[in-house]
């Protein structure tokens, strides 16, 4: 089970960072899609909670980063979302500069779009700026 | 961004179980390594901690399953063990049958074979049994 | 009250793996069936908990292992469920490849049929992945 | 999987009480003995920790019940004490008058008597009596 | 204020087990009563809780100990129940064989029968076993 | 099991303050003595915690009730103090002007007076005044 | 700023206990009134919670100390209750023989009265005794 | 990345206090002014909570300082207030003479005057003063 | 106990802010002084901890405030400093000018000034900025 | 001090993103350097600990990105680092491909060459994958 492989990964950042053929998890994040497969029980009552910790997007002002936990809640219809397709879209959003409020809507626009739950909430977590802490929470009811 | 992939993915797990295309995974644990790469700061004072949540293996004695967190910490000296090379050989322990001290002992035995480390603990807690909960924390320090 | 056994147990696991007379807990496991019992007080209002944070099975794409706690909740109607029968049968599902969804809607289903209750509730809180957290409740209430 | 036996168990409590052949937990707590095996590593450092939450025994003043979670940490020397039989150990004290100095001491005297460590505690923290809460700490050291 | 009593309390358990004058408290269990005394404010909105983390019986089936924490809460009509007799009655379950379910149950029938509550909930909470976390619980409210 | 007693208990505050036959409690405080026993073990590392939660005195510039948890921890030599004189000696300074660095240190002073301890620390975990949390911990070494 | 006084406040507890100047503490507490101020904003929906970690009194059956953290919640209607008239009105009970059940109602048959609210909860949350912890809560809801 | 700047700050306190050209950060708490923009989706449910945990203002009796954090939690209408127009608002608090309930009464009517919510709640939860601890809860439903 | 005092205290911020006879709070504050007494127990070790959960001051750069919860930890020799003082004195920083290093450094000169321990620690915990979190630590020992 | 701003901010992301003159947080991110000042108690005992919890970087080999809470700890030697210059060091590491221990390594070289200090320790707690938990911790001690 134990063996020393002796030909050591290349941790110099500066080479690293121009092989483009090991940068799949960029290309996938690039690529990402909201896949969504069928909800395998129609009918039932039924809630999906996804909790994503690791969201980031940049201050529409300043540019400097802004940092949250996105929660994602929804009673779905027809289809489910592709729990890696949530978190493949969550992190396209490092490079976009974009405020507290409209993520949050945005998020909640392009699921409902990709999914058309029953219902969906998205409550976007901030992390603290100027020790002020914010949390958006905003909700889609499918009309009738 | 959003877009529904009509082909679901197969859910019929019989059918899933039989289709061994799909199954990286499981040919990962099985032709797991304890991989290696040298220590980028050798003789630095330093210390690596990697807390692994879902070890699992079967009771020698009854075949039930046991759970427990192993916690690894070690001082490097030459070599580290690459992070995802000590999860896929945490879970190849799945369909053995071990007690709680010898697997944690085992742990130490094979991670300090792959790396010879300055020194190495290994601390299993286990999930209660009878509602009695065990911890066993084993050491090795290289002889100077 | 103190005395010491000299022959020690075995604890090569090659050799115990393959003395069939101790696996009684995978005969258990494999032979298990939702056993019920008469609720001893029909027509009071009633909720019994149960919660199993050993739930294991294993991916259905990667084949690898998946982690969860199960939160069972349900109203009896005639029948209630032995709880070391709910145990067994959730180690059942150790070998099987099944995803989130489809897994805590089959236990529902499962569940439901073996006592009939007035309502039940499944909670599955699966391990992160990705760090990624999710969480499937789906919930049967009784035609009336 | 799911099937309904329909001979319910025996809920009368006065009936089952006299029926001695399912009481076998009782006889094993009874006939516990301190059990040991070979420890599967001597000589290397080596801590093994168990709580036991579910002391109990009674008062020798007044012979109300006290309560208490019991922890044992021990290093090792030639022989490790089974799990079980520590439980079984514990469950012995249910019926016994004694004082938290003096049973928290006894313990201490049985598990060295039965595995000779090089180094043992027990603690045992008891539940508040007039919302007063006592910890009683005993040590033995192996005499080198 | 500080003064040595020089002939020490008797900590031989089998002596002092066999001395019937000092215990009182297994008395008092033995001779325990739901004693009730008027509620001071009829007609006022007002809950009482009452929680009780030491009780234990024996499972019907194997004769070993279980543990719960019992919650007692209710609405009082006419007559409160003493707190020190819901303590004695408590207690006095220690040497009974009964069910999780079961005891939840009659504990609610004794309760009610003593002092007619406008509403009553007791929930048992019970220690883990086979690492499996049983609550139950049940209601009674008043007819009108 | 269950009986109501007609007869309630006086809640009539004014006229169970004259009636000084059931004011054992107060006669119990006021006599109380730092009884002791003989240490079960003597010779052997031993630690005795006991956390007070309920110690209350006055302010010596105010009169206003000051709050506090005391903890003492001892290692006992030939002698260990009784559960309940600790309790009893501590309700006694109730209706005393004291301040918090004093009262720490006579805590300390009677309790080693009362045993000779080996080591015995007293910690005062005083409630906020003024929204400033105090601690005072004094500690006592036997000469040797 | 920094200056040292050289007289020391005197510690000794006898002669502070007998010099009544300085107890205006004391003083407080025995002319406490239930003073009130007119709500700024009538008819706004309003709450107003305090929390008293401090209260404490003697139990009228055997006299021994009991603690408890009162909690007030109301509404206002025309006046609003001082902070500090709130706190040492519940200083006041220090020296009373007094139920549970019976101070929580009494509070808010007090507190009602100085203020007259349109809605008001006391919840008294008493510390364990016999490790056995209790909570009463009453409610007051102004007739319309 | 590293460089050393020769030229420290100054760090004397009276030096500094007179330089007026680097106190922007109190000219932008008194010209603080609570600016509001559009309502990215009006017309959805939505809520946007803001805790601030470092209000000061004074006891309008003493002159002391008093500290609470501030939860404000509102469902927009047709406006938004921006993030650090609350906080430099809040700031404005610092030298102010005010007491509890009529601080977070006027928040509310600031913010709701701002920006004309559908709801808004403003909760006060002020540091305890003589370990008593006040929240006031004061909230806005715009007429329909 | 009950009654309504009329005449409501005046809660017009602007006028109370001119009536300079009840800021009795601000003069303490401004003149405060670090009284010290004598330590009762001179030679005990002994160890006093202070935690003040309300200092602020102002940044030098930006006159932004600043808010930090103090720790203060000594062992005292001839003299302790009055709670109260130490209060009054962390107050006196309000309106001052001075970075997180500065200030904790100065806390540490200034009370070591007074009181002469054996040692003394400051820790100075401050709200974070910018999401940072910054504590700073320093540490008198007296010179023997 | 309540007043509506007609001009609403640019919320278009797209626009935004190609408006170079608000964009000064990136800038001074780039431009960031290690600056210091000097050590205000130079001799003094002294810890300043800094706690950055939005480190991201992305790993070089998939180019995913990682998240960790970055702790600093050091005792000055003649200078301090910046808390703010620490922050936008930090920051810069955004979009550079690095591995877990590469970057804990790098962060103490260049914080040790800015500013000499005599220890300085950094622990990079980085955020789970695969349900791993790996903490990587490094320290320098300067020669003496």
């Given amino acids: 089970m134990s063996q020393t492989i002796q030909t050591a990964p290349n941790l110099d950042s500066t080479a690293t960072a121009t092989d483009d053929r ?16 069928p909800n395998p029980r129609p ?20 540019g400097y980063p802004d940092f949250a936990t996105m929660h994602v809640s929804y009673v779905p219809n027809d289809r489910i979302i592709e729990l890696k397709a949530i978190k493949l879209y969550i992190n396209s959003y490092r490079d976009q500069y974009i405020s507290h409020e409209e993520v949050t809507n945005k998020i909640l626009d392009d699921l409902v779009a990709a999914c058309d739950p029953l219902e969906m909430t998205i409550k976007g977590d901030f992390q603290p700026r100027g020790n002020v802490h914010m949390v958006v929470e905003v909700k889609h009811v499918k009309a009738s």
């Fill in 22 to 37: 090991v940068k799949y998890g960029e290309r996938e994040i690039e690529n990402a899609q909201l896949i969504t497969f």
């Fill in 43 to 62: 009918g039932r009552i039924y809630t999906i909670s996804v909790v994503l910790p690791e969201f980031t997007c940049k201050c529409p002002f300043s």
